[in-house]
């Protein structure tokens, strides 16, 4: 078993839709929990750290559940620049990622 | 601010030959990482290094050695290219030490290596 699991995706919504993503980690300990974005052929950049009470930044919001050991990711609105790959990131130590789950928004 | 430098964008190996991919950082950053990213995959973690002077093993060791030569840089060394070893590589940086609690991981722009 992979430690951390992304749905794989691939999704293609339309404009002004509302998608989630889920991710789930295996190890317990783990104490940090982070979203990338990840452009075709770019370099991974944080989206959004994940806070133990959830968090919300503009049309994203971040969700914690330790007990299922999975995060989430909420889209709102989504635009056409929303189009990337998202990175789940779990630190153990050393920051572990999910393979990524990449997201189209069509006009 | 650079932020993460990462050098060559691309290169081209035969199988069984040695190349270094550079990289340095002006963030005075103390952990630098070596990360390969392939298709499916998402990131694999190399070799890191928590301090100046001080390397360890990630995941995907094999193959590859670092140097840490200074706080700035941290270079990947392949001695003997592989065909398994193509795919593309990142560096990253990181303010806080060992124990990561919200630090993000900065990343340079990748190497994409083809190794034939």
């Known amino acids: 078993r992979k430690e951390v699991e992304q749905d794989p995706g691939p999704f293609n919504v339309p404009e002004g839709a509302t998608v989630a993503f889920n991710c789930t980690y295996s190890?317990?300990?783990?104490?940090?929990f982070f979203w990338y974005r990840q452009d075709c052929r770019k370099e991974p950049k944080l989206l959004m750290s994940v806070y133990s009470s959830g968090n919300e930044d503009g049309r994203f919001t971040a969700q914690l559940n330790r007990a299922s050991q999975y995060i989430s990711l909420l889209i709102r609105d989504s635009k056409l620049s929303d189009s990337a790959t998202y990175l789940c990131?779990?630190?153990?130590?050393?920051?572990?990622f999910g393979a990524g789950t990449r997201l189209t928004v069509k006009p | 601010n650079a932020g993460v430098t990462q050098t060559p964008k691309f290169q081209v190996l035969k199988t069984g030959q040695s190349m270094t991919l550079q990289c340095a950082q002006d963030?005075?950053?103390?952990?630098m990482y070596w990360y390969r990213q392939d298709p499916g995959m998402g990131l694999r973690l190399i070799y890191y290094?928590?301090?100046?002077?001080?390397?360890d093993k990630g995941e995907v060791p094999n193959g590859y050695n670092v140097s840490r030569l200074n706080k700035r840089e941290f270079s990947l060394r392949l001695e003997s290219a592989a065909p398994s070893q193509t795919s593309v590589y990142f560096c990253a940086s990181m303010g806080v030490g060992t124990v990561v609690l919200d630090s993000p991981l900065h990343f340079g722009n990748g190497t994409r290596l083809t190794v034939t």
């Open positions: 190890n317990s300990a783990s104490q940090s």
């Open positions: 990131v779990v630190t153990e130590g050393d920051m572990r």
């Open positions: 963030m005075n950053h103390n952990s």
């Open positions: 290094s928590a301090s100046e002077g001080t390397t």
